[in-house]
């Protein structure tokens, strides 16, 4: 698995985790992944392309399976990205699930992000989502 795909497997998990993906939210990730440096050369088409292959491997192997794959497979220095990203996935419509505070608590986990920079991110977020 590519760092890109790891990267927009965890956003499309983050876009699933409470049980239904709007086709906003998907339309919703192609402009926040092509305007990072690592989908550098990417167009609408192939980050839409990767996404797609997200949901189908993650239909495949299941959620809890390909989230592990995505981020034993990203890149240490993406880790807090991704978990900012993620974070503004679930807290963009604020309103914030139960079932996407477990996806972020565990994600948090996994990603190994200190708890001090996790509550900062997420009030960071909470308040760019306000209003």
């Known amino acids: 698995m590519t ?6 497997g965890i956003l499309f998990g983050a876009c699933l985790c409470d049980g239904d993906v709007a086709e906003v939210e998907i339309q919703g990730l192609i402009p926040c992944l092509s305007r990072m440096d690592l989908y550098d050369g990417y167009d609408g088409v192939k980050c839409d392309r990767t ?4 949901r189908k ?14 981020v034993s497979a990203l890149p240490a ?8 990203n993620a974070c503004n996935i679930v807290l963009a419509d604020g309103i914030f699930e139960e079932s ?4 972020i608590e565990s994600l948090r986990d996994e990603l190994n992000i200190d708890p001090t920079t996790a509550d900062q ?3 960071i977020i909470t308040i760019k989502n306000r209003g």
């Not at 996404?51 to 997200?54: E, K, L, M, Q």
């Not at 220095?77 to 900012?84: F, G, N, P």
Request: glycine share 2%; charged share 30%.
């Open 100 to 103: 996407e505070k477990k996806f």
């Open 57 to 70: 491997a993650m239909q495949q192997v299941g959620f809890d399976v390909y989230l592990d794959q995505c």
């Open 121 to 123: 991110i997420m009030e």
């Open 77 to 84: 220095d993406l880790r807090e990205t991704a978990y900012a």
């Open 3 to 8: 760092p890109q795909e790891a990267f927009a």
């Open 51 to 54: 996404i797609d292959n997200a």
